[in-house]
T-cell receptor, first 114, second 114 residues
Framework: AQKVTQAQTEISVVEKEDVTLDCVYE???????LFWYKQPPSGELVFLIR??????QNEISGRYSWNFQKSTSSFNFTITASQVVDSAVYFC???????????FGKGTMLLVSP | NAGVTQTPKFRILKIGQSMTLQCAQD?????MYWYRQDPGMGLKLIYY???????DKGEVPNGYNVSRSTTEDFPLRLELAAPSQTSVYFC?????????????FGDGTRLSIL
């Protein structure tokens, strides 16, 4: 069975600090996909990134970066120089090959104060 | 660019009442999903559909029903509302449902059962 664990329930930082959100997953499949979604205070869910299990290259998009390590079953998300607008709940999710459904972690609430 | 549209945005029901949460997408997506989000619990899959006329249960289907008569619409019905169904409900869609496809979410329906 697949499982996603986001052990950090809530993180508080001051603006301009770097912050890393942890995601650990469990799956028996060798082919799977990992996702990060952002849920700002307004409530909608915004897709951030998708990574497949065969691509362990780290990815950077502006202030966002993702570190995928199969050896530790982790897919961590780092925000560099955080801003107040980054305040949101962030969800990590997993989808196994052949299945269209997502398994979500419980989310990490990030609070960035000025 | 409507994307996934959910109605209503808010609703209060009395115990035992029934209602239908509407979901429509205009992206010609085959796959559609219903999730519920409870505080601190992430998103859990209620039902999903791989195309018109085809639906399947997710992790938490009890107390809900769905139908998919068209590609665009995927309504979720609560027959006998119970306090345990107080939650935020999200509808999502994806193009072909492949495990590598990101899901696009509506803005959610906040439902309270009193």
């Amino acid at each position: 069975a697949q499982k996603v664990t986001q052990a950090q329930t809530e993180i508080s930082v001051v603006e301009k600090e770097d912050v890393t959100l942890d995601c650990v997953y469990e799956t028996r499949d060798t082919t799977y996909y990992l996702f990060w979604y952002k849920q700002p205070p307004s409530g909608e869910l915004v897709f951030l990134i998708r990574r497949n299990s065969f691509d362990e290259q780290n990815e950077i998009s502006g202030r966002y970066s993702w570190n995928f390590q199969k050896s530790t079953s982790s897919f961590n998300f780092t925000i560099t120089a955080s801003q107040v607008v980054d305040s949101a709940v962030y969800f990590c999710a997993l989808s196994e090959a052949g299945y269209s459904t997502l398994t979500f972690g419980k989310g990490t609430m990030l609070l960035v104060s000025p | 660019n409507a994307g996934v549209t959910q109605t209503p945005k808010f609703r209060i029901l009395k115990i035992g009442q029934s209602m239908t949460l509407q979901c429509a997408q205009d992206m010609n997506h085959n796959y559609m999903y219903w999730y519920r989000q409870d505080p601190g619990m992430g998103l859990k899959l209620i039902y999903y559909s791989v195309g018109a006329g085809i639906t399947d249960k997710g992790e938490v289907p009890n107390g809900y029903n769905v139908s998919r008569s068209t590609t665009e619409d995927f309504p979720l019905r609560l027959e006998l509302a119970a306090p345990s169904q107080t939650s935020v409900y999200f509808c999502a869609s994806s193009y072909n449902g492949g495990s590598n496809q990101p899901q696009h979410f509506g803005d959610g329906t906040r439902l309270s059962i009193l």
